[in-house]
């Protein structure tokens, strides 16, 4: 069973730093497309980053620059470097995969339960 | 960049049928899928492709798309459905994005 599990949210001030963790188990992080989704309170849903299989990383450009998605294979692990962070930052932040016909990255089929960021004075 | 565009809102009696619309230009074009999400629990693929279901979502749900809208159909609907519910397409004419509509709140009366 794949289980994603993500770690690290909490109380950060304007300006401040926070890497998320995404731990996975029953899947390969490095052999799949990761990615991360936020979801502001009362909000949608919105892409963040992904980083590819074969290492290639993308960003939204609501946080390209501030932003950095890496993955450790040892330990399976996903991560979110956040830096500069702001206001409106704040959100439920989503380790997911994305797979696709010809394993293209299109669709998000596994999803963790959410780690929680909040950036405010 | 693309947008999609779906009502807030949907409300249904219970046995009823549910449709849930996603609209963007072309959007027949492309790839549609679909996510529910429960209050508090992440979001949960429900229909992808624009009509295939995963395993262990119900026959109820199935997906259409066509010209400048998807649709998410929910038939028999049943208490338990009533959560929020997203579309999503992955949008090639940007840089590797992938663009969600802005949900819908399906209620059941």
């Known amino acids: 069973e794949v289980q994603l599990v993500e770690t690290g949210g909490g109380l950060i001030q304007p300006g401040g730093s926070l890497r998320l963790s995404c731990a996975a188990s029953?899947?390969?992080?490095?052999?799949?497309?990761m990615s991360w989704v936020r979801q502001a309170p009362g909000k949608g849903l919105e892409w963040v980053s992904v980083i590819y299989s074969g290492g290639s990383t993308y960003y939204a450009d609501s946080v390209k620059g501030r932003f950095t998605i890496s993955r450790d294979n040892s330990k399976n692990t996903l991560y979110l470097q956040m830096n500069s962070l702001r206001a409106e930052d704040t959100a439920v932040y989503y380790c997911?995969?994305?797979?696709?016909?010809?394993?293209?990255?299109?669709?998000?089929?596994?999803w963790g339960q959410g780690t929680l960021v909040t950036v405010s004075s | 960049s693309y947008v999609l565009t779906q009502p807030p809102s949907v409300s249904v009696a219970p046995g009823k049928t549910a449709r849930i619309t996603c609209g963007g230009n072309?959007?027949?074009?492309?790839?549609v899928h679909w996510y529910q999400q429960k209050p508090g629990q992440a979001p949960v693929l429900v229909i992808y492709?624009?009509?295939d279901r995963p395993s262990g979502i119900p026959e109820r749900f199935s997906g259409s798309n066509s010209g400048n809208t998807a649709t998410l159909t929910i038939s028999r609907v049943e208490a338990g459905d009533e959560a929020d519910y997203y579309c999503?397409?992955?949008?090639?004419?940007?840089?590797?994005?992938?663009?969600f509509g802005g949900g819908t709140k399906l209620t059941v009366l």
């Open positions: 072309n959007i027949g074009s492309k790839s």
């Open positions: 492709y624009d009509s």
């Open positions: 997911a995969s994305l797979t696709g016909v010809a394993a293209a990255p299109i669709y998000f089929d596994y």
């Open positions: 029953g899947f390969t992080v490095s052999s799949n497309y």
């Open positions: 999503q397409v992955w949008d090639s004419s940007s840089d590797h994005h992938w663009v």
